[in-house]
Nanobody, 124 residues
Framework: QLQFVESGGGLVQPGGSLRLSCAAS????????IGWFRQAPGKEHEGVSC????????YYADSVKGRFTISRDNAKNMVDLQMKSLKPEDTAAYYC?????????????????WGQGTQVTVSS
């Protein structure tokens, strides 16, 4: 059974940092493009960052460029999202997802397997 478990969310002050982790079981993440998406109340899923399999090509939404970094550790079957200089508008539920292709696409509809999400709240 394919499963994702996300961790690392929480409450942080503006300007702070968090590191989200996504651990997979039941399949090998190395063979999939992985995306991090977020959804704030009343809004649609937003593609935050993606990483392709193989060459590790990455994508970042304009809103997070220079602040977020996606990385994958194939040996540990995990993908992380390092978030720095967090802003209140980064508040959302964050999800990792796997696409059954090696290349990423930033649209959530392209992803087949989803984690349960982890909440990130940026507030003073």
């Amino acid at each position: 059974q394919l499963q994702f478990v996300e961790s690392g969310g929480g409450l942080v002050q503006p300007g702070g940092s968090l590191r989200l982790s996504c651990a997979a079981s039941g399949f090998t993440l190395e063979n999939y493009a992985i995306g991090w998406f977020r959804q704030a109340p009343g809004k649609e899923h937003e593609g935050v960052s993606c990483i392709s399999s193989g060459d590790g090509t990455t994508y970042y939404a304009d809103s997070v460029k220079g602040r977020f970094t996606i990385s994958r550790d194939n040996a540990k079957n995990m993908v992380d999202l390092q978030m720095k200089s967090l802003k209140p508008e980064d508040t959302a539920a964050y999800y990792c997802a796997a696409r059954s292709f090696r290349t990423y696409l930033p649209e959530s509809r392209e992803y087949d397997y989803w984690g349960q999400g982890t909440q990130v709240t940026v507030s003073s």
